[in-house]
C-alpha cells in the first residue's frame, strides 16, 4: 500500500494563494484507507478551505485516482464544478495527483505528503516495507526486505555496528539483518545466507520505469 500522510494547513493555503474556486478529488484505495483521502477526510477539508474564504465547487474520490482511463472518465462527470474552479486540490497519493493532472487543463495541487510503500500495522499506524527496487530480494533472506529494512541497504550480512539488536543509524529499529538470520534459522535455511550476493543492481530501478505488459505479451506469442 501506498502510504500518505497530511501536508500542514499553511503548505495548501500557500498553494492556493491565487485561486478562490478549489475542487477536491480523492481516492477510494491507498488514500483512503490512510485516511487522508476518503469522503470523510474530503468533507473535513472542504468544511476547512471554506472557513477560510475558498468556494469548494465540487469533490469526488475517484476509484482509484491512478487509473488514467478511469479517472479521465470520471472527471468528464464533473464538468460542471470543474468549468467554475480554478485549481484542484489532490489528496491521493503523488501517482494519483499526477493522474488528476494529466486528465484536466487546471492547476493540480497535491494535499498530501507520499512517505512510503509499507504495511498496516494496525489503524493510523504504517511501516514502510518496500521500496520497489525493481528486483526483489526477498527469495533468500526470509520475506524480511534487507533494502527498505537495513538502514545500509546491505546484502551481504550485517555491518557490526549494531547493539542490543538494534540498528546503529536508528536506534528504534530493529537490525535487519539480524531479523534475517533469526528468520532463516527459525526455517532451516541458514545456507542460503552463505552465498556471497552481487552488488545490487540499480540499474532496473532507474526513474521513471515503464511496464508495457501488451508488447511482452506480443513478443511471447512471436516468439
Known amino acids: 500500500m501506498i502510504i500518505s500522510q497530511k501536508k500542514s494547513q499553511e503548505e495548501l493555503l500557500s498553494f492556493l494563494k491565487g485561486s478562490q474556486k478549489i475542487a477536491i478529488t480523492g481516492c477510494s484505495l491507498c488514500a483512503s484507507t490512510c485516511k487522508v483521502g476518503g469522503e470523510e477526510e474530503i468533507l473535513e477539508l472542504k468544511a476547512w478551505l471554506e472557513e477560510e474564504g475558498k468556494e469548494v465547487t465540487g469533490y469526488k474520490v475517484l476509484d482509484p485516482a491512478c487509473n488514467l482511463l ?87 550480512g550485517p555491518c557490526g555496528g549494531a547493539k542490543d539488536k538494534k540498528c546503529e543509524v536508528n536506534k528504534e529499529n530493529e ?11 527459525e526455517l532451516g535455511q541458514l545456507d542460503k545466507l552463505m552465498e556471497v550476493r552481487e552488488p545490487k543492481n540499480y540499474q532496473k530501478s532507474n526513474n521513471p520505469r515503464k511496464i508495457n505488459l501488451r508488447e511482452a505479451n506480443k513478443e511471447a506469442v512471436e516468439a
Open 175 to 185: 537490525c535487519a539483518w539480524i531479523m534475517i538470520y533469526e528468520k532463516m534459522k
Open 70 to 156: 478511469k479517472t479521465t472518465k470520471d472527471l468528464k462527470k464533473m464538468k460542471e464544478e470543474l468549468k467554475d474552479a480554478d485549481a484542484i486540490l489532490s489528496v491521493a497519493c503523488g501517482d494519483g495527483t499526477q493522474t488528476v493532472a494529466k486528465a484536466v487543463k487546471l492547476p493540480v495541487y497535491p494535499g498530501v505528503d507520499t512517505m512510503f510503500i509499507g504495511e498496516i500495522e494496525r489503524v493510523g499506524q504504517y511501516e514502510e516495507s518496500c521500496r520497489a527496487c525493481g528486483e526483489c530480494e526477498l527469495g533468500w533472506t526470509g520475506s524480511i526486505c534487507p533494502i527498505t529494512r537495513c538502514a545500509k541497504g546491505l546484502v551481504n
